[in-house]
């Protein structure tokens, strides 16, 4: 059995910028709206296809003033969504119009990839994903069904060292090595088209990260439910000799956090309830959702928050 990634949380820019990056130029749904249950006086908004599935979500904590962040070694270095193979000439084109930074397309792994960064220089790619046309593809934020994302197809992580974080991926969460290209070894979870690739790029002598505006903040994994997530965590410490935190109610799932051998903060989320546990499926993220303990301070959250523009459907 695998696990694939629930998620992948950044931390950005203002929120407002933020919003409207990922609404209307690359068209995802803007799922749920809430605060960081950590410091509610920052919003936690989430992204991601029309019914918030695990492997779809893109998560940010905007922070109105926060410095950028520095690459290095242990840490994310990309994340990657899917679109239909002959969607990448339309999002070549859309990049150029709307004066997104980007590179010219690249072969990885077979696949054409096409790399680039949102406005706080968070490191993104689309890859050309053969038969991604058949599945759905959300077209509320102006970007036509058939070329839609469908959701990551995973991540990169740059690490000192490839073994024990590949050990981690493939005895507790399920992947298997699947090749390698250069310095890049790709770690498969099979059953799982969406979130199921990490790629680890093994590099020496690299800087530490500065985490800031555009990194990466954690990685989540998939379990299904509470006793799947109690295995993981049962495995993690007596095979691996790693510990977790407790664990934590985030309201659409619950979670557990651990640093793995490479250091990046990873995270693992049950699948339930989801995101339609507190609103509609049909108004996902429409209104500001907050969990309870701060039920009693929401007018002053509410003027503490800047308002987040409406999604309009792009030119």
Not at 62 to 82: D, K, N, Y
Not at 143 to 162: D, Y
Not at 249 to 265: A, I, K
Not at 284 to 297: C, D, F, H, N, V
């Amino acid at each position: 059995m695998s696990n694939g990634i629930h998620h992948v949380t950044v931390i950005g820019g203002p929120a407002v910028r933020n919003h409207d990056f990922y609404t209307r130029v690359l068209g995802m749904r803007l799922v749920k709206t809430t605060v960081n249950f950590d410091d509610p006086g920052t919003y936690h908004l989430y992204y991601g296809d029309e019914a918030g599935r695990p492997g779809s979500i893109l998560t940010f904590f905007p922070w109105e003033h926060v410095a950028p962040g520095r690459l290095g070694v242990g840490e994310t270095q990309e994340t990657v969504f899917r679109v239909p193979e002959a969607a990448m000439g339309f999002w070549t084109h859309r990049f150029i119009e709307k004066g997104v930074e980007h590179q010219a397309p690249e072969k990885r792994f077979g696949e054409s990839v096409c790399s680039f960064k949102d406005p706080d220089g968070t490191r993104l790619a689309l890859v050309a994903v053969r038969g991604a046309e058949a599945e759905p593809g959300w077209s509320g934020g102006g970007v036509p069904a058939e070329h839609a994302l469908r959701g990551l197809q995973g991540v990169s992580l740059l690490l000192e060292q490839r073994e024990p974080t590949a050990a981690v991926l493939t005895d507790v969460f399920g992947f298997r090595e699947a090749g390698t290209e250069g310095s890049t070894t790709r770690y498969v979870a099979d059953g799982h088209a969406v979130g199921g690739v990490v790629d680890i790029r093994a590099v020496g002598g690299f800087l530490k990260p500065r985490p800031g505006g555009g990194s990466v903040h954690h990685i989540a994994f998939r379990a299904k439910d509470d006793a799947e997530q109690a295995a993981m965590v049962k495995r993690l410490k007596e095979n691996h000799g790693l510990e977790t935190t407790e664990q934590k109610d985030r309201n659409y799932f619950r979670s557990v956090y651990f640093r793995e051998p490479g250091h990046v903060l990873f995270e693992i989320a049950t699948d339930e309830p989801g995101f339609a546990v507190d609103e509609p499926a049909d108004a996902l993220g429409t209104s500001l959702k907050l969990p309870a303990q701060y039920e009693p301070m929401r007018e002053r959250i509410e003027r503490q928050l800047p308002p987040l523009a409406p999604a309009q459907p792009a030119d």
